[in-house]
């Protein structure tokens, strides 16, 4: 644990006690995908500590826009890992995954003498019911909620599905495909068509568990059909176009999405900021497309850090979006608590989601996730009580709605379990 002062600790304590939503994960669709295949060396440090390795000079097979990352591009070569390891593993990413390894595998580090004993390990846990054990056992999640274009099905509904908006899928004739398929549609020609194929995809999706549709911030002006329509024909005649080359195109789809989407009455999630040119994922583009949409609720992922003070502007402003840390935790543990400390002056306390991990496999640091989420938590509220601005009771009130209350009206969450745990 971090050194936490008295109040923090009082708070860090009590968030022991809480359920917990967890409000974003790429983890695979069921649960026997997930253990169906060992977990590789590589595959530890995806996603996130391999972008640390990747920026301290390692070598990696690393696409452009940082993002995708083929865990095969790291082996078991210790000799060859060591010093990138050494150069990352106090930066935030690494401390989730320390956490963890710590919490399961009794390691305060991974080291030359332990590498392979703890992978064996991982893999000996790897098996039937580990989200049970790890994520609601030890980490107290009631729910979880997983993006991915598919509907995941987990035990008891343990897991709930946040889906692709057709926007983030049409800019390629595979993705086209997929929709087709899904909808049991027989082609599309022109962009009237891409467009009823995208409600076709929003309402089956809905009907099938979908509680929340997925989008991203990207620098385009306004909708604009003719350009969206010429992009789309690119595609149907085979050009394989880039992000930047099928912008209108995503641009015209999203706007239609999110209307359809507050008609559904589902919320739209924007990832914002982080990855590599962060200028083309900036939350100042969330700006308009949440003033032009005000029936849609906005689910505002990871504090569009870098530029987290325009993310509170941007959330004070307009009542339909709502602050979503997740992720953010690990990704600038002293940016978030300095950035939450300047939002309790400004941002409704309903409006804030305090926890998602957004992983995909090695499921253990889910918890190293949420113990780091708990601190910076614990810090920014302990902070409001230390000042004489807030009583320690409201403190613990207001953990609670962060990590539990504000989601579970979000998300529509059932209000069976919400009862399960009344305030
Ligand atoms: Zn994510």
């Known amino acids: ?29 069921c649960e026997s995908d997930y253990t169906s295949s060992p977990i590789s060396f590589g595959e530890l440090f995806i996603p996130y500590i391999i972008n640390d390795l990747y920026s301290s000079g390692m070598n990696l097979d690393i696409d452009g826009n940082m993002r995708a990352v083929p865990f095969t591009s790291i082996n078991d070569d210790w000799d060859a890992f060591e010093p990138y390891w050494n150069n990352v593993k106090h930066g935030s990413y690494a401390r989730a995954l320390r956490i963890a390894l710590k919490k399961y595998y009794d390691a305060d580090d991974l080291t030359r003498d332990n590498y392979k004993d703890i992978l064996r390990k991982i893999n000996e846990n790897n098996n039937k019911d580990i989200f049970k ?25 343990f897991v709930l599905s946040n889906i692709s908006t057709p926007s983030l899928i049409c800019n390629s004739k595979a993705g086209i495909n997929m929709m087709l398929e899904y909808c049991g549609v027989d082609q599309i020609n022109n962009i009237d068509e891409l467009i009823r194929l995208g ?3 929003l309402e089956k999706k809905t009907a099938e568990g979908a509680v929340e ?18 992009e789309l024909q690119r ?26 989407a507050a008609k559904l009455d589902r919320p739209i999630a924007v990832h914002t900021g982080v990855w590599h040119d962060f200028r083309n994922l900036d939350i100042s583009d969330t700006l308009n497309i949440i003033e032009r949409n005000p029936e849609t609720r906005f689910d505002i992922y990871h504090i569009g850090i870098p530029r987290t003070r325009i993310a509170i502007n941007i959330i004070k402003n307009f009542p339909n979006a709502y602050m979503n840390l997740c992720w953010a935790h690990i990704v600038a543990p002293e940016m ?85 745990f009344s305030l």
């Not at 549709?213 to 010429?230: C, M």
């Not at 149907?236 to 015209?252: F, K, M, R, V």
Request: proline share 4%; hydrophobic share 40%; glycine share 4%.
């Open 199 to 201: 409600n076709i995809w």
């Open 1 to 29: 644990m971090r050194n936490l002062n008295k109040t923090a600790e009082i708070l860090f304590d009590y968030t022991q006690s809480i359920p917990i939503i967890d409000t974003h994960e790429h983890i695979p669709a």
């Open 336 to 420: 978030l608590i300095q950035t939450m400390k300047e939002a309790m002056d400004m941002v409704p306390l309903n409006k804030i989601f305090a926890f998602g991990a957004d992983y995909v496999r090695v499921i253990e640091k889910v918890y190293g996730h949420l113990y780091i989420a708990k601190e910076n938590v614990s810090i920014i509220l302990g902070d409001r009580v230390d000042k004489g601005l807030m009583d320690i009771d409201t403190a613990k009130e207001t953990a609670l709605k962060w990590f539990y209350k504000n989601p579970v009206d979000f998300y529509r969450i059932d209000s069976e379990l919400s009862e399960q």
């Open 213 to 230: 549709f997925k989008g991203r911030a990207n620098p385009v002006p306004k909708p604009d059909k003719e350009k969206a329509e010429a």
């Open 235 to 260: 595609i149907l005649n085979g050009e394989i176009l880039t992000e930047c080359e099928s912008q209108y195109l995503t641009a015209y789809v999203f706007e239609d999405n999110i209307k359809k």
């Open 133 to 157: 054990r790890v994520m609601q056992d030890d980490c107290n999640i009631v729910k979880s909620i997983n993006c991915r274009s598919e509907v995941s099905h987990y035990e008891n509904d």
